[in-house]
């Protein structure tokens, strides 16, 4: 089934240490997109790529890193987690500008 | 600043008619997206409008006022699984989704 796929679903992290959320998209999308859901906050934007070998800096950059190899991965790494990191994160994708966001299912990170 | 606004909750009766209002501010405007989020899962496309005007698919409407910066989702016969958040997102003018903070919609029997 085409979609996009994130792993892991669930994490409960130590405060320091460094963690990889994955996300891969077989709908050949150039665009894709890390947000993070807080509890009454709207979706805020991690990083962003526009196209494969891109990246771009979203709202709320500081402590996460992206990198777009491919068009199908874009990875989401927290070097050193901190508490304030605890979030569901959601990785996006869509094909130009102006289409529709399809989102993964989710990634709930808990930073102890 | 650029911002979003939606009531934070709703209630609604089975079976009646529902209308979640967005106000928005932002530097500029590609469009207005509308999506519908079940508690733990990703939120889920319902509409966009890019004109001024209703747009009606099925049970669910979105209207939209470029001029008042405002736009509403209509929700009809409701049902049990209407129950959600719902998303109201406008793209600005880099592109770029800015959220609202959502809606959580309670229907009741």
Redesign the interface.
């Known amino acids: 089934i085409a979609g996009i796929t994130q792993a892991p679903t669930s994490q409960i992290l130590a405060a320091g240490r460094r963690m990889t959320l994955r996300c891969t998209q077989d709908m050949r999308h150039n665009a894709m997109y890390w947000y993070r859901q807080d509890l009454?906050?709207?979706?805020?934007?991690i990083h962003?790529s526009n196209t494969a070998g891109t990246t771009g800096k979203?709202e709320v950059p500081d402590g996460y890193s992206v990198s777009r190899a491919n068009t199908d991965d874009f990875p989401l790494t927290l070097a050193s987690a901190v508490p304030s990191q605890t979030s569901v994160y959601?990785c996006a994708s869509r094909q130009g500008?102006?289409g529709?966001?399809?989102?993964?299912?989710?990634s709930r990170l808990t930073v102890l | 600043g650029q911002n979003i606004d939606q009531p934070t909750e709703m209630t609604a009766t089975e079976g009646a008619i529902v209308q979640i209002n967005c106000t928005y501010q932002t530097s500029g405007f590609n469009g207005l997206f509308w999506y519908q989020q079940h508690a733990g899962e990703a939120p889920t496309f319902l509409s966009y409008n890019v004109l001024d005007g209703l747009e009606e698919k099925g049970r669910f409407s979105s209207f939209l006022s470029r001029s008042k910066g405002y736009s509403y989702l209509l929700l009809k016969e409701l049902q049990m699984k209407d129950s959600a958040s719902y998303l109201c997102a406008v793209m600005d003018s880099n592109y770029q989704l800015i959220w609202g903070a959502g809606t959580k919609l309670i229907i009741k029997p």
């Open positions: 009454g906050l709207g979706l805020r934007l962003y979203g959601f500008n102006t529709e966001l399809f989102f993964g299912e989710g």
